[in-house]
């Protein structure tokens, strides 16, 4: 009979100690992640002291409170909007139809207008109203005016 209380205080030990060890742990794993989410040193705080507190519940309210995005996985997103606005500031569009065209359009597609034109010297594309190709330095004035 005495066996069979040593066995099951040694049971208790081991079962203790390992909460313990678990316990702990996921109070730096509670710190790491709130770490890498945002730099706030009060929700830091506040989600180190809702786990040291509450153990695992506190677990469980941390990962239904903690910010969706690690700090990484922000700034990807920021520099994928950048990069999206970017593109569309620099998009060219038709003057006259306002369909989008590229830099190296002569004619629009849509409505057929002209955008740029050919250097006849060159064959470089400059712009309309340019008097001179800035490659070749040709004229570009027309015959007619």
Known sequence: MEALGTVITYIIAISGGFLAALWVAS???????IADRTLDLYARLFAVTLIVLLGP???????VLRPKRTLDEAYEHSLTE??????????EYCPKCKHRVERD??????????IRRQCPSCSRVVEVFWE???????SLRRPDS
């Open 105 to 114: 359009f002569v004619m629009c597609p849509n409505c057929h207008s002209d």
């Open 27 to 33: 109070i730096f794993w509670g710190y790491q992640d």
């Open 57 to 63: 519940i506190g677990v469980v309210l941390y990962l």
């Open 82 to 91: 950048e990069a999206l606005l970017r593109e569309i500031q620099e998009a």
């Open 132 to 138: 001179r190709c800035p490659y070749c330095t040709e």
